[in-house]
């Protein structure tokens, strides 16, 4: 199971070396901060069609969700899952791409998340 003072760790692996040294800068051992970030740098990946690197940070999300525990899930729900509608936001052509790189695990959660707010 990955604890909250595990996961920092586990999200500055995927994010060292990047060229996004700026969005790096902000990591710290706090679990919300250290998501955060990871949730920016990601959003960036999908923003600049690197879907290798988007590929990556949700196989790495996924992987969080299903092995954290509930302070980890509940932050993965909260911060990574939340951002969903950014990375959907795009035209026809990369939708289908990018919704397949969506972990379904993920993906249940934000139609679940928008079934109960009613949009």
Known sequence: ????YELPAYVREI???ATYSDLTARMETNVYTSLQS????TTKAFVEHNMKLAQQCCALAERLYVNGDTIVKNAIENIFV???PVFLSCNKKDYAQVRTLLPAPLYNVYVKQVMQSGC
Do not use: L
Not at 1 to 4: C, G, L, V
């Open 82 to 84: 939340y951002a969903f």
């Open 38 to 41: 990871f949730t920016r740098y």
């Open 15 to 17: 994010m060292n070396g």
């Open 1 to 4: 199971m990955i604890t909250q």
